[in-house]
């Protein structure tokens, strides 16, 4: 299977707050797992990216947590603004495979 | 801009005919990748194909799209006989070849396909 499950599909958050969005994959040959940000009219960009070989990586108020044993990670978006309002999606790729699987997309809307 | 390059940005087609949709990769990069995106559906792999090669195809419906990847020049998406259903944005992304690739795609901004 090559399915990948995002959640939740949408989300709001006040200015300063925290924003948690959640994967999980199927396919243990997966070993790339980025996260992409849209902007309405614009075409998806890369906004962070973790191998399974770490289980945390930070990048300014973006993190990403990864739980190998549970095939799940994450992104936590700190001190949200209203400028992160956007879609994100998240992706999982890799072994002998050089397509990218995407989730569905989280709306997130930031309120100042 | 040296980015991904896709054209048009916007088409409109009535049923039955064809739309042909452009995409040059970004310089240096030899890999281009086709994506279909449909309102809370996310983004649909459809096509990966390298120079003048189709390497995987198991998202393309089997009739009426098509793609290609000349030796010179852009790759293009083919939809013929268009339908209703085909209405969606059309990403295309590339990455550079396999010695130099990361696992990032980068995409271009769509080409946002209306069928009346």
């Known amino acids: 299977q090559q399915q990948v499950k995002q959640s939740p599909q949408s989300l709001i958050v006040q200015k300063g707050g925290i924003s948690i969005i959640n994967c999980a994959y199927e396919?243990?040959?997966?070993?790339?797992f980025p996260w992409y940000q849209q902007f309405p009219g614009k075409g998806p960009a890369l906004l962070i990216a973790?191998?399974?070989?770490?289980s945390e990586k930070k990048e300014g108020r973006f993190t990403i947590s990864f739980n190998k044993s549970a095939k799940q990670f994450s992104l936590h978006i700190m001190d949200s603004q209203p400028g992160d309002s956007a879609t994100y999606f998240c992706?999982?790729?890799?072994?002998?495979?050089?397509?990218?699987?995407f989730g569905k997309g989280t709306l997130l809307t930031v309120n100042p | 801009n040296a980015g991904v390059m896709q054209n048009p940005r916007h088409l409109v087609r009535r049923r039955g005919q064809e739309a042909r949709l452009r995409c040059s990769p970004m310089?240096?990069?030899?890999?281009v990748y086709w994506y279909r995106q449909l309102p809370e559906e996310g983004l649909k792999f459809m096509v990966y194909?390298?120079?003048?090669?189709?390497?995987?195809e198991s998202g393309m419906p089997k009739e009426r799209f098509s793609a290609e990847f000349p030796k010179e020049g852009p790759s293009i998406l083919r939809i013929q006989q268009v339908v209703r259903g085909d209405s969606a944005a059309y990403f295309c992304?590339?990455?550079?070849?396999?010695?130099?690739?990361?696992?990032?795609?980068?995409f271009g901004e769509g080409s946002r396909l209306t069928v009346l």
């Open positions: 973790i191998r399974p070989d770490v």
């Open positions: 992304a590339s990455s550079p070849g396999q010695g130099a690739y990361t696992g990032e795609l980068f």
């Open positions: 992706a999982a790729g890799g072994g002998s495979n050089y397509k990218l699987t």
């Open positions: 194909l390298q120079k003048e090669n189709i390497i995987d």
């Open positions: 310089k240096g990069h030899s890999h």
């Open positions: 396919n243990t040959a997966f070993d790339y």
